[in-house]
């Protein structure tokens, strides 16, 4: 008699609830031989049907097309003893991974214990990771090998200034000759070394499945932060020359250069803020100096006229975020008129403010000028050079956002007129044209199109090179990328074998000092909220047409409490668009691969959450449940168009369907791609519109939906034969997915996430996540004054401690019963099962209640 096998997981977020109502639960990290295992969707051994290569917009190999759901190893978690790499690969093997992306390995773990210099490997690390990858292989799951990451040169290498530099010489390294010389260096000691354990080097090992250049990396995106603004020499001459170089090889002399560029040089007009020079007292009461905040006792504004400056002092940061300000009002700008404006400015501790010339009304727009200026407690100078781009009669010049501590300011000025071009002593001849800083962009138009396609060129010559040696001169034979999409040209990018991107919902934020563990906080949002405005739109309709396409770091971090809706959301859109490779970021940062709580924004070695799922996204990536999808949008994006784009935007990170004038909610409805031709955009007369008001996105395949109609209680189903998906907000409300009916009842934030997955034939795991927490782990709001932002979250340094607490869920679970009978039993932590539960069956369908006195995370249900 054959047995239909249904597995149950289910943790669900509620109102609230009591402690007591809450209980320990944790996925085994163990493998007995009964539990739940996806591993009869790897092919082992992996590389058995040769190397992955590129097929058009696919990755195959000599069976096939393959995909990958994957993770990420990072740091000192590539290195774990063998013991723990034979336990790691057997629970990665169990949720369906068959690719894992190393990454970090350069940033500090790889070069041994105090090392001399970071060129020489160390062998005992070597060693380990030649073992993990040993015993991934065979089991079937491929690797992902990134070169540089996170090493950042020094004086034991030969490189001064490193604090002077941009983090991780991100930028610099891909124009610094010696930089790119060691990361050469790295590439052949780590990829033509030979595996003792199996007896080939990475170049020659089909399980791997591709290599990474340079993780998030791009001089275009370097720039455009103002990380190259103030580079020590020797790298800041050497960033001129190269500029010089181009400008030469393409003018010849600078008479030719200054003709092309059209430079404005007029006098400056009178000076158009008064008391800028802080010389004399003044009044901030509103007539044209006015410091805006919420209270008096908030902040106190004082000119110190024997140091020519002005003092805030801030005592509370305010309720709303741009408060309290200090500004300048009653200004007249021109259109097309150039103005210059400059000041000095320095606060007790490192904070950003924006700085910005804008309308003194409604709509607020700026006027030319805006910019967010990072400010330390030595003095900097911020100089200017922007056109009008309106006729206005009552503008004012700001400093928004000033937070608790001390700022001076001195030397405002705002004149007309400037020299927009270059100092009379710079010339080619002398190869002294100096590089544009990030805040020198309003230079004449074509002086800033060199500059953005200097950058672009400096990509080409970096990008291409290093794929070249990688191929040429080391042999390897699995396909190559060079960083992500939105950090340079994407037709640089293109250029390789494929291309590669990141994304993630509610990133941790700092404040103030990057990585501060006490510092941070975390929008506490639901992706389903807003499917139509980020996430999906941005990552589908940036994807590059003809390529095969992976986004190699995607996570919803903790503790978002709503972490669990996004690895099946994006992976059925995954599938849906027809991308290669989905992976999480990332399974760990340490080789203790058993922890027993929650361990920080990213790993998903403990979350709960995600692991119950990751056999439905196993499934609908390497199995391909979901539909690809029945039509294809392309938008074009020549060489032109995309320089264009970054001149507009001042940066590559935003370029999509909206730098196009094209809807990027296309991507909910269908395929969407970059065409970079240019010659093969689809029509635009047979792009559907969508109207401005539509709440209810739907696939053109029929299976995934996303629901907005009911303000903050959005919704996700994915309905196939195979798998089926809910994600989102319950509001009373019950949901038909096919032939499978859920309801639920009350939940802690009236919201679930439900997965459906037939495993093999006759045989279906369901599961559904939500809340879960370390004990006494520590929520609370970041900023109880912060009324506008009510949904940032942090637990400071206080993530509590053993074991995970997880809840119960309220569900009744409807679905056909097709004439057999069931019997229906709640699982233990390792996935066996521990007692039996009850049910009904009405008419055709089974109808299986869930409660929270199983104090389980999964069941199972067997049809007869």
């Known amino acids: 008699m054959k047995k239909i096998i249904v597995f149950i997981f289910v943790t669900v977020f509620c109102g ?43 990755f195959v190999t000599d069976a096939g097309e393959i995909r990958f759901w994957a993770t990420n190893l990072s740091g000192r978690a590539n290195f774990p003893e063998k013991n723990v790499a034979e336990k790691l690969a057997d629970r990665l093997t169990r ?12 940033s500090w773990a790889i070069w041994g214990d105090k090392p001399k210099s970071q060129r020489k490997i160390d062998p005992i690390l070597l060693d380990k990771l030649d073992y993990l990858i040993a015993v991934l292989k065979k089991r079937g799951i491929y690797v992902n090998i990134n070169l540089h990451v996170g090493r950042w040169f020094d004086d034991r290498d030969g490189f001064p200034h490193k604090e002077k530099r941009p983090k991780y010489d991100k930028g610099l390294d891909n124009f610094e000759t010696r930089m790119i010389e060691l990361q050469k260096e790295y590439a052949k000691d780590l990829l033509t070394h030979v595996n003792p354990y199996t007896g080939l080097s990475y170049t020659n090992e089909p399980a791997v499945a591709m290599v990474e250049i340079n993780n998030e990396n791009s001089v275009v995106n370097e720039w455009a932060n103002g990380n190259l603004d103030e580079l020590p020499d020797p790298y800041g001459t050497e960033f001129q020359k190269q500029w010089n170089d181009w400008l030469r090889n393409k003018y010849k002399t600078t008479e030719a250069m200054l003709q092309s560029w059209n430079c404005v040089n ?26 805006q905040r919420e209270d008096k006792e908030q902040a106190d504004c004082l000119v110190i006229p024997d140091e020519k400056l002005v003092r805030i002092i801030v005592h509370r940061d305010g309720k709303i975020s741009w408060m309290p300000q200090l500004m300048f009002q009653k200004l007249k700008i021109e259109k097309n008129k150039p103005y210059t404006l400059s000041f000095r400015i320095r606060s007790n501790e490192p904070i950003r403010l924006n700085s910005y010339v804008a309308m003194n009304a409604a709509p607020w727009e700026s006027l030319g000028m805006r910019d967010s200026i990072s400010v330390t407690p030595e003095w900097k100078t911020f100089q200017y050079h922007f056109f009008g781009t309106q006729d206005y009669d009552n503008a004012r010049f700001a400093f928004t956002g000033l937070k608790t501590g001390t700022v001076e300011i001195a030397e405002v000025t705002l004149r007309s007129g400037g020299n927009f071009g270059i100092d009379t002593d710079c010339t080619l001849e002398k190869g002294n044209v100096p590089i544009l800083k990030k805040n020198e962009i309003f230079h004449s138009e074509e002086c800033r199109y060199d500059f953005w396609q200097f950058l672009v060129d400096l990509e080409w010559n970096y990008w291409l090179p290093m794929s070249h040696y990688l191929k040429s001169e080391l042999n390897v034979k699995s396909p190559i990328s060079g960083t992500q999409l939105y950090y340079g040209s994407k037709h640089v990018q293109a250029a390789l074998d494929y291309c590669d991107d990141h994304a993630y919902w509610n990133h941790p934020s700092w404040p103030a000092k990057q990585w501060d563990n006490k510092d941070w906080y975390i929008r506490n949002r639901a992706l389903v909220n807003y499917a139509d405005k980020d996430i999906f739109t941005r990552l589908g309709t940036r994807r590059i047409a ?26 059925a859109f995954a599938q849906f668009q027809g991308w290669s490779g989905l992976f999480q970021y990332t399974y760990a940062h340490e080789p203790n691969i058993e922890p027993e709580k929650l361990t920080g924004y990213f790993d998903m070695i403990a979350h709960t959450g995600q692991l119950v799922h990751a056999p439905a996204c196993a499934a609908i990536m390497l199995r391909g449940d979901v539909a690809r999808a029945k039509t294809t949008i392309l938008g074009s994006m ?33 395929e969407t791609a970059l065409d970079l031709s240019g010659k093969n955009g689809t029509d635009p007369q047979k792009i559907p519109v969508i109207p401005e008001e539509q ?24 309905n196939t034969p195979k798998t089926k998906i809910f994600t989102g907000f319950i509001r009373n409300r019950n949901f038909k997915i096919g032939d499978v009916e859920l309801s639920f009842g009350k939940t802690r934030l009236d919201w679930a996430t439900v997965s459906l997955t037939e495993i093999v034939p006759n045989r279906i795991l369901v599961a559904a996540t939500g809340f879960m927490e370390n004990s006494e782990m520590k929520f609370e709001r970041y900023d109880h004054h912060d009324d506008k932002n009510p949904d940032r979250m942090t637990v400071h340094n206080n993530w509590g401690k053993a074991p995970i607490l997880c809840e119960g869920i309220p569900l009744t679970l409807s679905l056909p019963t097709n004439g057999k009978t069931i019997q229906c039993f709640a699982l233990d932590p390792s996935g066996c099962r521990k007692f039996s539960l009850n049910y009904n069956v009405t008419g055709r369908n089974v109808v299986i209640p869930f409660n929270s006195d199983s104090k389980t995370l999964w069941y199972e249900i067997v049809f007869e």
């Open 638 to 670: 020549d060489q032109k168009t995309e320089l264009n784009a970054f001149i507009k935007d001042r940066s590559p990170r935003q370029i999509d369907f909206k730098s196009i004038g094209l809807d990027f909610r296309l991507a909910l409805l269908h």
């Open 16 to 58: 609230i609830i009591e402690a007591d109502e809450l209980f320990p639960f944790a996925v085994s990290f163990d493998t007995p031989k009964d539990s739940i295992t996806m591993s009869s969707l790897l092919d082992a051994p992996a590389g058995k049907h040769g190397f992955v290569r590129v097929q058009e917009d696919k």
């Open 695 to 718: 709440k209810v996105f739907v696939s053109d395949t029929g299976e995934l939906t996303w629901n907005l109609e009911e303000k903050d209680a959005g919704y996700f189903t994915l």
């Open 266 to 291: 007029e006098p400056l007009g009178e000076e158009m803020i008064h008391g800028g020079d802080f010389i004399t007292p003044l009044n901030f009461d509103g007539k044209d100096w006015y410091l």
């Open 95 to 106: 949720f369906g991974i068959n690719c894992v992306r190393l990454h970090h390995m350069d």
């Open 546 to 571: 003809g390529k095969p396409h992976t986004v190699s770091e995607y996570n919803h971090p903790v503790p978002n409490q709503f972490s669990a809706e996004g690895l099946p959301m994006i992976c």
